[in-house]
Structure formats: C-alpha cells, structure tokens
C-alpha cells in the first residue's frame, strides 16, 4: 500500500483540549493508525497515452486506507505539487473533528505548495466501505483512493464470512490535464471536455484503444463467496455495473448495511458506494466473464459514451490441460437513458432495521426545508463570447442560489466569530420565486450568486425535500451531505406534492445514505438529525455541477454538552 499502519510520525502540538480529547477517545478505541500521503506527480501511461498527473505516493489510484470502527486515524498529508490540495474522508460523520473533513474553503484553508496537515480523526459507530479524494477542483479526478472500515474484533458480518474481500473502485480516464479543462469551461462558460475512458482500478479494459493490457483481472474460485467493494469515483457519471452470467447480492449501500436482495446489474452514482456479495459457480466453467461498467445519462449535456470492462476468470485446476478457457461472456446493461431501471434499483434498497443495527429514522420533524436543484444561466462578461446556452455562461444552483466558495474557510471564520463580509446566514428554506419546476421552463435563467448557509440549532430533526428542475433539461443529481448520513424516506417524479407525498413516506427502513441521486424530472425527501457540530458541504457529485455551484453549507451550532461542542482547530491547521 505504499503506507505503514503503524509506522511513527511526529506531528505538531495540538490545543490541550484536543489532547486530552484525543486520550480519552483512545483508550475507547481499538488502534491508532499511522498513514503518510506524499502529495506527487507520477507519470502514468493509458491508452498509449503519458501524462505527468498529481497522485498520492505516486500510486493511480491512491493508496487503500484501512481501519476498524473505533480506531483512530492520523495521516499526514505533505503536499509537493504546485496545486493546493486538500483531503475528504467520504462519508466519515467526523463527529466533533470537523476540521478533518476536507472539502477546500469550506472547513479548511487548502494545504499549499511545501506544507503539510494531519488529518485526525476517530470513526465512531460506522463500518463499511468509503473512499477518500481531493477536494479541490478536479484534483480528485486522479486524487483518489478506497477507505475500508471493518467491524470491531470479534464482531461478525451480518452476512456470512466472505472467502475474500475485493475492492473495485471505478474512475475515469482523461488525455488532458483536468484542471486544464475545468478552468477553460469556466472561463468559456461552455461545458467541459468529457474524459477519453472509465477505467476499473485504475485501467480502462479491452474496449479501448491500446488498452489491453491494461485490464483489471479478478481470479476466483469455484464454490466461494466474494464480498465486491465498489466505490464511484468517476468525475461525473453514473454508472451501471454488471458481470456476464452472475448474481450479485447487495448488502451494503454508503457504509451502512442494507437488507439483502439480488440483481444483475448496480447502478452506483459519483460519491456511492455498495457491497455485493459474488458467489461464483460450484464447478470450473471452462469460461471467463466480462464485468463491464457504462453510464446512466438523463442530462441533454455530453458524456464519456464507453463501457469499461474487466476479466472475472476462475482459476484452473491444476495440471489439468482439458480446464482451459474457451468463451469469454458479456453482460447486458440497461440503456443509457433507463430511468426505469434506476427507480427499481433504488426502490429495493431498504435499512437493515435490525436489533443490532436500527434505523434511528426521526419521526418529528423540527425543520422543514425545500430545495429546488439544477442547471441555470450566468450573464457572459463584457466584450467576451460565451459557448453556454444563448451567450450566456452556464451555472448550477440550490433554490435559485449558485454558491460562491469564499477565500477563507468557512469553518475557521464560524469558529472565531469573523463571519462578517464570509457568509450571509440566510440560505433560502424553499424557493423564492415558485413554478412548474418540471414543467416547461421559465424564460428566465439566470441565477442568483453567493455564499448563503443555513444554521440550525444542535439536534434539530431536518426533513429536506430536494426538486429537480426542467430549467435547462431535467437531470439525475447525485447529492452528497458531510458529516451526517440520512434516512432517503421518499421519492417520486414530477412535481413533490407536500399535502399528498408525505403519507407515503418510508419512515420505518428507509436506505440510510450519505450520497443520494435526485431523479431526473422528480424529488427525494430525506431526513436527518443535526447532531454534528460545524460547519458541513453539500453538493453535486458530478464535478462539473459543483464546479458551477451547485452547492451549499449548513452550520450546526454546538450544544451544551462537551461531547456536543465542534473541539478547538488543531495547530497546523492550514491559512489561506
């Protein structure tokens, strides 16, 4: 893995408080756990192609992160490349530690050339698959890595103990330099340039251009159970994921577990991730299998039209010449477009509910807030020529608000009182101006801009209906919430109905997710408890989307108690 889990590091001095926090919640936890992450370029080659690109100890994709629930982690980021960097733990709730949690502006100033941070933070109450990224630009189009959590020692599954655990991390693939192309689309206000290949692992498989040999291969055997760890982290597609002539389990969705239902095929946004269970065939077949991956598209932008493959191929007795491969099998994914099978996909997801893992949905509500999402329209600047619709420069919002990242982290500036000229605290609950969100749209595109947060109280119960919007053509959005995870307690297509839809609310074992797509042309309505301290993005998965400001923060105010209170900022907390 290119790391030490138990190697030793000197880090800096922190605040008395977090000292004693930390040795307090160290002697709760398992282990601590070293990692060091050397920010580098690395020269990496695909589809005949070399590009010197930014990586993590010069490793595509980055170094696995493994852990128990319980333990502590400590990683040391040093950054050596001329971009700014910072690092999210995706999915991690960071309980009292948001100043762990990465995302650039938001809870902390980037890491520049030559500096370096550590990462601290225990993981409390959670176990699964995760992934960690960049989170600066589309840094994290090659900044990326999967972040594993077993269960505490002695603690079982609550399925049946796999042969052996794979994960399978898909990405995409550009000949460009990606911060190249995000910084023409935005200057151009045109959409950017889409990647040249998905890639499984880190290679994009046999279906492209001098590629391959660049194909994941997954050997197996016969008769066993395989537990598969998929993590999307594609810039910015949905994916559909399917192996030739096998049923898959799933059992897990974003690091919680989830009743046990089988399928062909997965769909698995930017930002999800989703354990299945592989149970290979009980005698060698004389065949090797595609696993093949390629988009869900519903937005009237471009998109990467290619499919991903890898090799599933059973491994042959041995010394017996007559067990040789002799067809290769392909699955059958659903269509491009087909919404379809992305409904049925998420209806069948449901919480575990059990006994030992509950779903603890809120059942009064305190806050009720209603968010329309999707595409708009930014004036082109003077004496410049725009490629958005009509001239104009493309632009994403949240009820009507495309957020502007401020200068200074926004966390640093709550926390010391110096939010004046920062952030207004007065992000709109519903949209100012409504309409038939998915009907025709308005004449007016334009959106409004700024930096605009909601604040609630410690433990207030949210129920946030997020909308599509038809403004410029309906579209799938994958929403990802820090620092808490989310009971999805309804959906629906077209327009939400607040004096019908919420009678057929799952409030018994919703999905319970940190990442969760909006459907195209429809509504999802979630619920969770603000009981985290800080302060916490959300946004689109699809990097473009963000990029355009598709995003927003809340604020979560401390509580009275210490173990409600957001701890001080660690010493090498990184300036702007």
Same mark, same amino acid.
């Given at each position: 893995?290119?790391?030490?889990?138990?190697?030793?590091?000197?880090?800096?001095?922190?605040?008395?408080?977090?000292?004693?926090?930390?040795?307090?919640?160290?002697?709760?936890?398992?282990?601590?756990?070293?990692?060091?992450?050397?920010?580098?370029?690395?020269?990496?080659?695909?589809?005949?192609?070399?590009?010197?690109?930014?990586?993590?100890?010069?490793?595509?994709?980055?170094?696995?992160?493994?852990?128990?629930?319980?333990?502590?982690?400590?990683?040391?980021?040093?950054?050596?490349?001329?971009?700014?960097?910072?690092?999210?733990?995706?999915?991690?709730?960071?309980?009292?530690?948001?100043?762990?949690?990465?995302?650039?502006?938001?809870?902390?100033?980037?890491?520049?050339?030559?500096?370096?941070?550590?990462?601290?933070?225990?993981?409390?109450?959670?176990?699964?698959?995760?992934?960690?990224?960049?989170?600066?630009?589309?840094?994290?189009?090659?900044?990326?890595?999967?972040?594993?959590?077993?269960?505490?020692?002695?603690?079982?599954?609550?399925?049946?103990?796999?042969?052996?655990?794979?994960?399978?991390?898909?990405?995409?693939?550009?000949?460009?330099?990606?911060?190249?192309?995000?910084?023409?689309?935005?200057?151009?206000?045109?959409?950017?340039?889409?990647?040249?290949?998905?890639?499984?692992?880190?290679?994009?498989?046999?279906?492209?251009?001098?590629?391959?040999?660049?194909?994941?291969?997954?050997?197996?055997?016969?008769?066993?159970?395989?537990?598969?760890?998929?993590?999307?982290?594609?810039?910015?597609?949905?994916?559909?994921?399917?192996?030739?002539?096998?049923?898959?389990?799933?059992?897990?969705?974003?690091?919680?577990?989830?009743?046990?239902?089988?399928?062909?095929?997965?769909?698995?946004?930017?930002?999800?991730?989703?354990?299945?269970?592989?149970?290979?065939?009980?005698?060698?077949?004389?065949?090797?299998?595609?696993?093949?991956?390629?988009?869900?598209?519903?937005?009237?932008?471009?998109?990467?039209?290619?499919?991903?493959?890898?090799?599933?191929?059973?491994?042959?007795?041995?010394?017996?010449?007559?067990?040789?491969?002799?067809?290769?099998?392909?699955?059958?994914?659903?269509?491009?477009?087909?919404?379809?099978?992305?409904?049925?996909?998420?209806?069948?997801?449901?919480?575990?509910? &059990?006994? /030992?893992?509950?779903?603890?949905? !809120?059942?009064?509500?305190?806050?009720?807030? *209603? $968010?329309? #999402? +999707?595409? %708009?329209?930014?004036?082109?600047?003077?004496?410049?020529?725009?490629?958005?619709?009509?001239?104009?420069?493309?632009?994403?919002?949240?009820?009507?608000?495309?957020?502007?990242?401020?200068?200074?982290?926004?966390?640093?500036?709550?926390?010391?009182?110096?939010?004046?000229?920062?952030?207004?605290?007065?992000?709109?609950?519903?949209?100012?101006?409504?309409?038939?969100?998915?009907?025709?749209?308005?004449?007016?595109?334009?959106?409004?801009?700024?930096?605009?947060?909601?604040?609630?109280?410690?433990?207030?119960?949210?129920?946030?209906?997020?909308?599509?919007? &038809?403004? /410029?053509?309906?579209?799938?959005? !994958?929403?990802?919430?820090?620092?808490?995870? *989310? $009971?999805? #307690? +309804?959906? %629906?297509?077209?327009?939400?109905?607040?004096?019908?839809?919420?009678?057929?609310?799952?409030?018994?074992?919703?999905?319970?997710?940190?990442?969760?797509?909006?459907?195209?042309?429809?509504?999802?309505?979630?619920?969770?408890?603000?009981?985290?301290?800080?302060?916490?993005?959300?946004?689109?998965?699809?990097?473009?989307?963000?990029?355009?400001?598709?995003?927003?923060?809340?604020?979560?105010?401390?509580?009275?108690?210490?173990?409600?209170?957001?701890?001080?900022?660690?010493?090498?907390?990184?300036?702007?």
């Amino acid at each position: 893995m290119g790391v030490s889990l138990f190697s030793s590091h000197k880090f800096p001095l922190f605040s008395l408080s977090w000292i004693i926090f930390c040795t307090f919640e160290l002697a709760l936890a398992g282990k601590t756990r070293h990692y060091h992450f050397d920010i580098m370029y690395q020269n990496v080659t695909r589809l005949c192609h070399s590009k010197s690109m930014v990586t993590v100890n010069g490793q595509f994709p980055g170094p696995r992160v493994v852990a128990r629930e319980g333990d502590n982690l400590l990683i040391k980021v040093v950054n050596h490349v001329q971009h700014n960097i910072s690092i999210h733990w995706h999915g991690i709730r960071q309980l009292q530690t948001g100043w762990a949690d990465g995302p650039a502006y938001v809870t902390q100033c980037p890491i520049q050339t030559g500096q370096s941070y550590v990462y601290n933070y225990t993981i409390k109450g959670q176990r699964g698959t995760l992934f960690w990224h960049a989170h600066i630009s589309w840094l994290r189009s090659t900044v990326y890595g999967p972040l594993i959590i077993l269960p505490k020692k002695n603690v079982q599954y609550p399925f049946a103990k796999p042969h052996k655990e794979v994960p399978i991390i898909f990405g995409e693939w550009f000949n460009a330099d990606t911060e190249a192309i995000i910084a023409q689309a935005l200057q151009t206000g045109g959409g950017p340039n889409v990647s040249e290949a998905y890639t499984i692992n880190g290679l994009p498989g046999p279906f492209y251009n001098c590629s391959k040999k660049d194909t994941f291969k997954l050997m197996v055997k016969p008769g066993k159970t395989y537990l598969l760890r998929l993590i999307n982290a594609a810039l910015n597609d949905e994916l559909f994921f399917s192996i030739a002539n096998h049923t898959l389990t799933v059992v897990e969705a974003d690091a919680v577990y989830v009743k046990p239902f089988e399928t062909n095929t997965i769909l698995i946004a930017p930002g999800q991730t989703t354990n299945v269970l592989l149970k290979t065939k009980s005698q060698y077949p004389s065949a090797a299998f595609l696993m093949t991956a390629r988009p869900y598209a519903t937005g009237l932008g471009t998109f990467d039209n290619t499919t991903v493959a890898g090799i599933l191929e059973y491994e042959s007795p041995s010394n017996n010449h007559l067990n040789r491969v002799v067809s290769l099998f392909k699955p059958t994914l659903p269509a491009l477009n087909d919404t379809s099978f992305a409904t049925n996909f998420t209806n069948k997801l449901r919480s575990l509910a &059990s006994v /030992l893992f509950p779903a603890n949905v !809120p059942q009064k509500v305190d806050k009720r807030l *209603f $968010f329309t #999402v +999707g595409l %708009g329209t930014n004036p082109c600047q003077k004496n410049q020529t725009c490629q958005g619709p009509n001239g104009t420069m493309f632009a994403a919002s949240v009820n009507n608000v495309s957020f502007t990242l401020p200068t200074t982290a926004l966390l640093q500036s709550q926390f010391f009182g110096q939010s004046r000229g920062v952030y207004a605290p007065y992000f709109p609950s519903s949209p100012l101006h409504p309409f038939n969100y998915t009907g025709n749209p308005p004449n007016n595109t334009m959106v409004s801009n700024g930096t605009k947060v909601v604040v609630l109280p410690f433990n207030t119960s949210v129920e946030l209906v997020m909308q599509d919007t &038809s403004i /410029l053509g309906a579209e799938s959005h !994958p929403l990802h919430l820090h620092g808490f995870n *989310f $009971f999805v #307690v +309804g959906q %629906g297509f077209g327009n939400y109905d607040p004096s019908k839809d919420p009678s057929n609310f799952n409030l018994v074992d919703p999905v319970e997710r940190n990442t969760v797509g909006i459907p195209s042309g429809g509504w999802v309505a979630i619920r969770f408890l603000a009981d985290n301290p800080g302060v916490w993005f959300m946004h689109c998965h699809l990097e473009v989307h963000t990029s355009w400001g598709l995003r927003m923060a809340w604020i979560v105010l401390d509580g009275k108690l210490p173990n409600q209170k957001l701890l001080p900022p660690p010493a090498d907390l990184p300036k702007c």
